[in-house]
């Protein structure tokens, strides 16, 4: 495959790329942490629950697990049990119609001008594959869940380790060159390149996030499209 020729696959993260930081800090983080003692109570025989605790407690022995969920939130852990945990809040508040995820407006229609022009998506955030599904099943705009054939979350692995998205590659049989991967960390895009991923950081200006100067940059997925051939650049 020619270095220039557009990807094949865009490999998307959610907080910071396609919703805004504070969606997640100010609206889903705050929900869950309001929301979870109740649901562990509730829900306290749910397998889920009880292997979530339970790692909990084999991850910090000795530690109350609510109290050990409470520290991580606090230090935003990207831990699995709490991952799943919220997640499950979030299930409750989507649900009730309590929650409506907020995407950047230049978000679905880059992903659906892609999609339209058969380049496969897929999601890896560090947040589980159901709460990746929940975003996305309600946005603003809808369900666009039907966008992306894939989701990836902390089974794979850290978003800062290289062999995570090797193991992605092992698993959908993608080759390395054929796949962009945007985000908006530095850290997790040099454990893409380095594993032999084109990348790209988003660098949303309401986010504040500060660009670095190793890989490409965008301030939208337009922008993105325009650097690496893909279509739905004319919206930049």
Same mark, same amino acid.
């Not at 979870?36 to 084999?58: F, G, H, Q, S």
């Not at 966008?147 to 390395?176: C, H, M, N, P």
């Not at 390149?193 to 301030?219: S, W, Y």
């Given at each position: 495959? /020619?270095? /220039?020729?557009?990807?094949?696959?865009?490999? %998307?993260?959610?907080?910071?790329?396609?919703?805004?930081?504070?969606?997640?800090? +100010? !609206?889903?983080?705050?929900?869950?942490?309001?929301? %979870?003692?109740?649901?562990?109570?509730?829900?306290?025989?749910?397998?889920?629950?009880? &292997?979530? %605790?339970?790692?909990?407690?084999?991850?910090?022995?000795? !530690?109350?697990?609510?109290?050990?969920?409470?520290?991580?939130?606090?230090? &935003?852990?990207?831990?699995?049990?709490?991952?799943?945990?919220?997640?499950?809040?979030?299930?409750?508040?989507?649900?009730?119609?309590?929650? !409506?995820?907020? %995407?950047?407006p230049d978000v679905v229609p880059a992903l659906e001008a892609w999609s339209?022009?058969?380049?496969?998506?897929?999601?890896?955030?560090?947040? /589980?594959?159901?709460?990746?599904?929940?975003?996305?099943?309600?946005?603003?705009?809808? &369900?666009? +869940?039907?966008?992306? /054939?894939?989701?990836?979350?902390?089974?794979?692995?850290?978003?800062?380790?290289?062999?995570?998205?090797?193991?992605?590659?092992?698993?959908?049989?993608?080759?390395?060159?054929? !796949?962009?991967?945007?985000?908006?960390?530095?850290?997790?895009?040099?454990?893409?390149?380095?594993?032999?991923?084109?990348?790209?950081?988003?660098?949303?200006?309401?986010?504040?996030?500060?660009?670095?100067?190793?890989?490409? +940059?965008?301030?939208?997925?337009?922008?993105?499209?325009?650097?690496?051939?893909?279509?739905?650049?004319?919206?930049?």
């Open positions: 495959m /020619s270095v /220039s020729a557009a990807p094949r696959v865009v490999l %998307l993260d959610i907080e910071g790329t396609t919703a805004p930081v504070s969606f997640v800090h +100010t !609206v889903l983080f705050p929900y869950a942490r309001t929301h %979870l003692p109740r649901l562990i109570a509730e829900r306290k025989n749910d397998p889920v629950v009880k &292997d979530a %605790l339970a790692e909990t407690e084999r991850l910090a022995p000795g !530690v109350p697990p609510l109290e050990q969920l409470e520290r991580w939130m606090d230090e &935003d852990a990207k831990v699995a049990p709490l991952k799943a945990l919220q997640g499950m809040a979030w299930a409750e508040g989507y649900k009730r119609g309590e929650l !409506v995820a907020r %995407l950047y339209r022009a058969g380049v496969e998506l897929a999601v890896y955030s560090s947040g /589980s594959e159901p709460a990746q599904k929940l975003i996305y099943g309600h946005t603003e705009q809808g &369900d666009v +869940t039907p966008l992306f /054939s894939r989701f990836f979350d902390l089974r794979v692995g850290g978003k800062k380790e290289a062999e995570s998205y090797r193991a992605i590659l092992r698993e959908t049989g993608w080759q390395d060159e054929d !796949v962009l991967f945007l985000s908006d960390v530095t850290a997790e895009l040099e454990a893409a390149a380095e594993a032999g991923l084109r990348v790209c950081q988003i660098v949303r200006p309401e986010d504040g996030t500060i660009a670095g100067k190793k890989f490409p +940059t965008a301030a939208t997925l337009p922008e993105a499209a325009a650097l690496f051939g893909l279509p739905g650049a004319e919206r930049a």
